[in-house]
């Protein structure tokens, strides 16, 4: 009998140590259960379906074990469906929740980590989830914008005038430009901007990038665009762009072509140049345009405009000729002087015929002019007389004047020199009588 129950305990004690063994292994080894039991405070939201079609979600914050765990037959991980849509209900598949992805660590030695994927996590869902699971509303379509008329005025920026074409350079034009919406209101808003070109046309590879000017409408007014300056001849143009805003498209201008004329030539004045000889002994002018033999001469100028102012500037050249024409070439004696200053002088001169002229440069009032030819005479070499020598006895003998005169005598006679002359006088009487008396006896 003792040995009897002694077996039994036996048998009872074996069978014990073998279910605190299993249940040991069971608890290490128990798969799912392992996560739900270690990590009870994690919690993940989510969108939980509901039977409502105005209500389709809710939001609900739960532990990841109702997710995860396939033995939960409540769980969340089994609202499978797809995300909610509009339309009658009786024609639709039942939504399912949407379930953001997310990872946990599992507790398990190891450091195993517990990775879900999530469910219905599509740019849809998630838009819903981070719109507290509430369905969001559809964007409104874009306001249809309307077109506006982009036109342009160009203007003189000097004479702040329409431009009219006639500009001539250096000339300065700025653009202004007008943006027109079909109705009064709404006000355009936006930006303009303005690009200028080198060329009549508009064409982008004349385009002058550093001189775009971009200007932002005020109470739908349009700022000028920039200036542009030192403009020569040839054509430009202005084009101005608008940026559009929620209520207008963007429209850019039609090409607005302008030009600018070249600098009309001056007109010049005639001026009259006169020139006046003096001797320059004297300093004076010559008399009858004549110099004596081994003089010496200048020029003078004088250069007279029509008016006043004004007043010729520029300068004066002076030219001398061995003729009295100012024909062939001449001696340049004095050139690109100031005006009013004399020529240098020429000589001693010999006898003969000389010239000089003068000529005025011009300047930007008054055309150049060259002066008419100025003759004058060197008159010839003036005989001086010399004195015959002395006769014996006191008489001198006469002399021939340069004219053909006879100088009379001089000097004092002595008494016998008085006979012979009062002697050769009566006998010159007596022939003379004798002659007469001849010539009437021969009658």
Sequence with gaps: MLRKWRSGVGLIFSLGLALAIGGVASFGLGGGSVARAASPAFKV?????????????????????????????????????????????????????IIPEYYYPTGVPGGSTFHYTGMNWTTEGQAIWNNACNIPKPTPPPTEKKAVVVSTTVFDATTKAVWAGTEAAPASAYDTARVVPPSVFPVPTGTVTYIFYSSGNCVSANALGTDHSTVTLAAGVVPNSNSESNLGAGSYSFKAIYSGDGNYNGKTSVCEPFSVTAVPPPTKTNVNVSTVVFDAATNKALIDLKLPAGGSVYDTSKVVAPSAIPAPTGTISYTFYENGTCAEDGTAVGTGLALGTNSSTKGPLEQGNYSFTATYSGD?????????????????????????????????????????????????STPAQSFGLSLAALGLLAMIGGAFAWRRRAA
């Excluded at 409502?52 to 997710?67: E, G, L």
């Excluded at 010839?380 to 007389?385: C, D, E, L, S």
Aim: charged letters at 15%.
């Design 364 to 412: 930007s009032h008054y055309n150049g002019k060259t002066s008419a030819c100025e003759p004058f005479t060197v008159a010839p070499a003036q005989v001086t007389p010399t004195p015959s020598p002395t006769l014996t006895g006191g008489v001198e003998a006469a002399t021939a004047t340069p004219t053909g005169g006879v100088l009379a005598a001089t000097g004092g």
């Design 45 to 97: 939201t989510l969108c939980h379906a509901t039977d409502a079609d105005n209500n389709p979600y809710t939001r609900n914050t739960v532990s990841f074990n109702s997710i995860a765990d396939a033995d939960d037959v409540n769980g969340h991980g089994d609202h499978t469906g797809p995300i909610w849509v509009a339309g009658d209900q009786a024609e639709k598949v039942k939504w399912g929740d």
